[in-house]
């Protein structure tokens, strides 16, 4: 670890990727996710790597696309709009089975929105987006800290399983400053081209061919099982999340990112007057941690899930609870941040046995 | 612990322009708005300007509630835009700067990108006097050496086409500042200051932790912190490495 610096999530999330042996950046800016952009731009020719914007969103993950065939740890930002002109290379990424990092640093939506932050891209994120029975790794870090740790996980599990890692941040991860330090340099000059990359036939006598396509239904089906395969594989092993002041807890929030974050501190001013509040805070929304709801709903009355949507991660949680105790929402829409006293109202009212706002 | 030196608030007042600039989260609007503060506290007639066309959140504009009790005389761009992605003036903006009587405390827009925005004003501004205030974080990217400093300083002049006359110190990691932080912070800008021969007004401090900058030589600004977006949390809770 080094010496401790004063970063927004935005640039801490750059400086982790260009440590964790990032090689090339490829986007096109729209707030409120700029000053990631803005710190590529500026440090990758400092390093010697490829710093790009691109015409637009579509070109920006098509270049992605072309440059994860080559085995090249490559990555993307964006915001809500400009990740959704990115669907169909996600699509396309999924099923050719070639590692890359994007974040979406979310902002209110549908449409054009706003720029204030949000978290309603989680369905986006984590049930496809993009057409096809696929998925990527999906992780939504609640400090800056982690948002800058977990990158370098990010792009050791986008090689490991040649899959699509999804950042699912927002704007107010983005733009908050906080303490960070960082892992030391992933050394890039040790890195050796994967088997199954295209730069060229060199020595193995014949050539390798990324592609999503197949014509014949039964060779597609193939390619779409062994997709599969890869997704059990993790979802047994990847799963990540952290419960807060779960041990003795009679009441479970839930939520994810910076309404987890939040989440915390209504925990400790909850049981500041006697209300045995934990946090259940998913690391990686996909994989979704259904074991430890299941595990959880022994123990609790009642789970209360609260996300700045309306009500997406809520379907994972009831799920995963299976109907063994309630699930209940309370969200803010549009950009909105719930506050932590608004959210220890809700739950107040919830454990008192009466809340009308609560659906 | 010795009694803080504080700054002279009236003192400020002798010119009609306070800018604040600066590099990107260095902490321009927390010493702005504080230093507006101070001035309606003593009943001095100050206007504080939100001219930051660069950030998309924390500007004065975004907590106007919190300093509400304060009854600031606030000039900044319609409420209308505030979540929205338009980087404009008010109409109004340059009757505003050339009003006489008031003292006028611009919080610009970080780096060379925000101080651009107010080039256009320049000649307002020089045409009157005023003070060029360069805030510094050295715990911030691109200002943590004499070089980046100096580098940094030069593409804010060059890019707003006025001279800075002053630097602020304020070296933080926020809730981690201590002591031996400010104190490295100084021994930076005061090289940087000899340099360049611009000299260090004052040094900031959050009011709460104002022996964080005991013994540094030069006059504090205690800070009232106003820009929170989200909770603080503790060491432990702040990092999750199990993953």
Redesign the interface.
Known sequence: MGE?????GA?AIA?AAIRAGCMAFFGYPI??QN?TPE?FS?RMPQVGRVFLQAESEVAAINMVYGAACTGTRVITTSSSPGISLMQEGFSYIANSNVPCVVVNVMR?GPGLG????AQADYNQATKGGGHGDYHSIVIAP??V??AA??MF?AFELADKYRIMVVMLMD??MG?????VEFREWVDVKNNKVPVWATVGQGERGQRNIITSLEILAEGLEKMDIALQEKYKEIKSGEV?C?E?MMDDAEYAITAFG?VA??S??VVDLARERGIKAGLIRP??VWPFPDKVFEKRAEQVKFFFDVEMNEGQMLLDVRLSVNGKKPVYYYGRLG?I?PS?EEMLGELEKLAGGKNENII | MEELEKINISSLAGKEFLIFGGRIGSGKTEVAVNLAIKMKQQKINSVLFDMDMVKPYVRIRDIKKQINSYNLSIVSPPDITRTLDLPIYPPYIIGSLMEKGAVKILDIGGDPYGAGSIAQFRNIIESCSYNFYFVINSKRPETSTEDEIIESLKAVEHASRLKVTHFILNTNLRWETTGKIVMEGYDILKEVSGKTDIPIAFVCADKNHEDVIDGVPVPALLLELFIKPLPELSGSSNRKSSF
């Open positions: 401790k610096v004063l970063m927004k640039e400086e707030t409120p000053e710190y500026r209110g706003d720029i204030a932050p609640h400090t800290q982690e740790d977990i996980k704007g107010l733009q908050m400053m906080e303490p990540c952290e807060y910076t974050r939040i915390k501190t690391v990686t950009g941040v932590a």
